[in-house]
């Protein structure tokens, strides 16, 4: 999928693990090298901090 739509169209990752983890969690090796190569170049990164919706939901229910 990621070959496909590499520089023909956006894709949106959603992920709960940092950046520099990725590689590992991949698999690590060739593999995970070339994932990243076409995800991380020409990327534009959100960061939404460390707010956990879970969390805040939870707390808000029990009130």
Same mark, same amino acid.
């Given at each position: /999928? /990621?070959?496909?739509?590499?520089?023909? !169209?956006?894709?949106?990752?959603? $992920?709960?693990?940092? +950046?520099? %983890? =990725?590689? +590992?969690?991949?698999? !690590?090796?060739?593999? *995970?090298? *070339? /994932?990243? %190569?076409? /995800?991380?170049?020409? *990327?534009? =990164?959100? %960061? $939404? !901090?460390?707010?956990?919706?879970?969390?805040?939901?939870? +707390? *808000?229910?029990?009130?």
């Amino acid at each position: /999928i /990621i070959e496909r739509r590499y520089d023909s !169209g956006s894709t949106i990752y959603c $992920t709960q693990f940092r +950046k520099s %983890d =990725w590689h +590992k969690r991949l698999g !690590g090796g060739v593999h *995970a090298d *070339a /994932i990243m %190569d076409r /995800i991380v170049h020409n *990327a534009v =990164w959100f %960061d $939404t !901090g460390q707010l956990n919706m879970r969390e805040q939901l939870a +707390k *808000a229910s029990t009130n």
